[in-house]
């Protein structure tokens, strides 16, 4: 920026009377501030902060700047005759020339400094293609020490369409600085292919990836580094880096199953449909016995619509994995998603016959449970319950198939064997506990939990439900007394802490919030308790940012995302509400108080995930 000020004109009018004249047509208040335009200067501009009536005199002004700049170049060049090996003299007298008469100031500057990297690489930048090349390679000869060069040749030949000779120019890059005594500094080229990456340079990124990521690795830490590695690229948003990355490790570990799994969540990510699938494709080659990488193939097609396709992997997979559970339990999912009951119901017998586990019964118990054929539900139950008594889920379903028919008696049966055989089963307690208190039972319902706790010391789940039950009785004073003995027996439990923080009175809620945090600091619990809190106070940005923290640090948990949704349904706009809303499906949450009450009410087992969180958020009533 040029800035003008009173002094400036009546240095002019030394040397022109129309600059004379324009000086003493203005007021010199009015000249403080003032920045003017040029042609070849396009970031220079015309405002006048303290005077209006300057406009007026622009063209005034315009004079004085062009006589300006000329004076400029003359000062520049009279130094440059002086002082020729001054590169920073040659840039500020570049920066003051046209594109033309910059490249022919260029081509003397680089004579007179040629080891000037800048001067070099901004000359080529000016210079036509065949032209670009001779002046980096005439750079080389008179630098061969520097990697810029190298990389801004390769770039350049990428550019047009060159891509075969990146490669190429990359090797012989690492293998002519070798040559010339220079040190390969990993971390710096790594640097240097993320700024690539970021300026669209893909192939001269990848090319820059693959030629230094093995560079003073030693052997048996070469997976864990280039993990970190592919994560800090994706971190910077440098992706194709992290794509070339995975792409290098796999050809180093083509039968390592868990870069091939890092590698297919990064294209589920960041990459497309396609890019997912055929990377699965490759990795079930390699390793036809991972039964997750089956899994993800087939479920990429369902989502796409496909379901013959996904047919097509899972009998594929099974052929690889025979009688393995989960390829079973996914074709019958895939089946009963599409309403294909009979196919399902074939497939969880077949399955029963030939690779019978207790989550094979309790699937096929819920199936016939989820299409109301109650009789053949309590049937295969009690056949599921001869194999596999210590099961607690099939207990549980007994027992709340029992509870949906009015049955308490059997149902409190059904839990009370289970327990018998299932001691250590948190959600076994809880369902009978809540069973008696439905029932009005609350003193029976009291002694159950204070009997689970003894079974069960140190249970979290367990004492907050004894807290809420003498809060849903009104007993807000035994609810405090025993929210403090939690505390004492489970001390870094998050969800005891985010419950105690909303049990206390309005003005200690921050302080205790405080007590929280310091004892779980990364507890997502606690992280939606502070959320809540800010946003029971109206302090919106900071309830959302705090929402933000909660579903990056557990995406997995189902709650926040309800609470995140149905925050944003009240005070974010209709994009933010729809940027939460496919976080939380691309995230697919199984976990979470609330989630699990309606995701896993069989009045909703064919819900999707955006669904769900529409009804969980709308469970949500703001009364904390």
């Keep these: 920026m040029l800035i003008l000020h009173a002094a400036c004109f009546l240095t002019i009018s030394k040397h022109s009377g129309s600059m004379d004249r324009a000086q003493r047509s203005l007021p010199p208040s009015a000249l403080t501030g003032i920045t003017v335009p040029s042609p070849a200067y396009p970031q220079l501009r015309l405002s006048c902060e303290a005077n209006p009536m300057l406009i007026h005199s622009a063209s005034l002004v315009l ?5 300006e700049i000329g004076s400029c170049k003359l000062v520049a060049w009279a130094a440059l005759e ?10 500020a007298a570049v920066e003051l020339e046209e594109p033309e008469d ?4 260029l081509s003397r500057a680089v004579e007179c400094c040629p080891t000037s990297v800048e001067l070099w690489l901004a000359l080529a930048r000016l210079e036509t293609y065949e032209n670009a090349r001779k002046v980096l390679n005439k750079a080389r000869e008179n630098i061969p020490t520097d990697r810029h060069i190298w990389i801004t ?8 369409g060159n891509t075969q000779m990146v490669e190429k120019i990359i090797d012989r890059a690492i293998t002519s600085l070798r040559a010339n005594g220079v040190e390969i500094n990993r971390e710096q080229w790594i640097q240097d292919a993320e700024e690539c990456d970021r300026a669209g340079s893909v192939a001269t990124c990848q090319a820059v990836m693959r030629a230094v990521i093995g560079i003073g690795i030693e052997e048996e830490d070469r997976k864990h580094t280039w993990m970190e590695d592919a994560d800090s690229c994706v971190a910077h948003n440098a992706l194709e880096c992290a794509r070339a990355i995975y792409a290098y490790a796999l050809q180093v570990f083509p039968s390592k199953k868990s870069v091939w799994l890092r590698a297919a969540y990064f294209e589920k990510n960041h990459g497309t449909r396609e890019s997912l699938e055929a990377l699965l494709q490759r990795a079930v080659a390699h390793c036809p016995k991972a039964e997750v990488l089956w899994l993800m193939g087939a479920k990429s097609k369902w989502l796409a619509g496909d379901v013959p396709a996904a047919r097509s992997i899972l009998a594929l997979a099974f052929q690889a994995n025979p009688n393995s559970e989960e390829i079973w339990l996914a074709a019958v999912k895939l089946e009963s998603e599409n309403n294909e009951y009979e196919r399902a119901r074939r497939l969880l017998a077949k399955a029963r016959s030939s690779a019978p586990t207790a989550r094979v019964f309790m699937k096929s118990v819920k199936l016939e449970w989820v299409l109301g054929n109650i009789a053949a539900a309590q049937e295969l139950c009690e056949e599921a319950l001869k194999h596999y008594e210590d099961f607690p889920k099939l207990w549980m379903m007994k027992g709340q198939i029992e509870e949906q028919g009015e049955l308490m008696e059997k149902a409190r049966e059904a839990y009370n064997q289970g ?4 001691p250590h089963s948190t959600p076994l307690w809880l369902l009978l506990s809540r069973l008696e208190e439905k029932i009005g039972q609350l003193t029976r319902a009291r002694a159950i939990l204070e009997k689970s706790r003894l079974k069960n010391p140190k249970n979290p789940g367990l004492w907050l439900e004894s807290v809420r039950l003498e809060y849903r009785a009104g007993l807000k004073n035994i609810a405090n007394t025993l929210m403090a003995k939690a505390l004492q027996e489970c001390p ?31 507890d997502p619990h606690v992280l939606l308790a502070v959320a809540k809190l800010f946003w029971s106070e109206r302090k919106i940005t900071k309830a959302r940012e705090w929402f933000h923290r909660t579903v990056k640090i557990d995406s997995d948990l189902g709650d926040a995302w309800a609470f995140f949704y149905k925050f944003e349904l009240q005070h974010g706009t209709e994009e933010q509400q729809e940027e939460v809303r496919k976080r939380c499906e691309n995230a ?15 009045a909703n087992w064919q819900r999707k995930i955006g669904e769900i969180l529409v009804l969980v958020a709308a469970r949500i009533k703001n009364t904390f």
């Design 82 to 91: 002086h002082v020729p090996n001054s590169v920073r003299l040659w840039k």
């Design 63 to 67: 004079c004085w700047v062009f006589f």
């Design 588 to 602: 697919e949450p199984r976990h979470g108080e609330l989630w699990c009450t309606v995701s896993k009410d069989i």
């Design 492 to 522: 870094n439990s998050g969800v005891l802490w985010s419950e105690a923080v909303f049990l206390e009175a309005r003005p200690q809620r921050k302080t205790k919030s405080v007590d929280a945090l310091k004892k779980c600091e990364h």
């Design 419 to 422: 327990l018998k055989k299932c």
């Design 153 to 160: 040749a390769a770039k350049l030949e990428e550019a047009n």
């Design 102 to 105: 910059a490249r022919i100031m």
